[in-house]
């Protein structure tokens, strides 16, 4: 069994910061791609940023505001948040992915494996 966990959410004032990391544990398993994304209430889940070997991607809200690294020898996954707004609140899942492609990297069908979220709240 594959488990992804998640930390690092929490409660921040606009304009603030947080790190959020996602760590891979259980059986052995490589992960092509690793992604987070983020359901505000009400809303459907959306893709908010991912990593693979070859490069990051972003959604087109992030403008610059968030990076995302990977640690492959922790199996770790961390997105750095800057500049947040509100507009960022929400439940923020991290995902996993074995067989990642660049023009479904955004997509959630392409994850197997997803951890339990953590909730991001953005106060005004």
């Known amino acids: 069994q594959v488990q992804l966990v998640e930390s690092g959410g929490g409660l921040v004032q606009a304009g603030g910061s947080l790190r959020l990391s996602c760590t891979i544990s259980?059986?052995?398993?490589?992960?092509?791609?690793m992604g987070w994304f983020r359901q505000a209430p009400g809303k459907e889940r959306e893709f908010v940023a991912a990593?693979?070997?070859?490069?990051?991607y972003f959604a087109d809200f992030v403008r610059g505001r968030f990076t995302i690294s990977r640690d492959n020898a922790a199996n770790t996954v961390t997105l750095e948040m800057n500049s947040l707004e509100p507009e960022d609140t929400a439940v923020y899942y991290c995902?996993?992915?074995?067989?990642?492609?660049?023009?479904?990297?955004?997509?959630?069908?392409?994850?197997?494996?997803w951890g339990q979220g953590t909730q991001v709240t953005v106060s005004s």
């Open positions: 259980g059986r052995t398993f490589s992960a092509d791609a």
């Open positions: 990593i693979r070997s070859i490069g990051a």
């Open positions: 995902a996993a992915s074995s067989r990642a492609t660049v023009d479904a990297i955004r997509t959630e069908r392409i994850y197997d494996y």
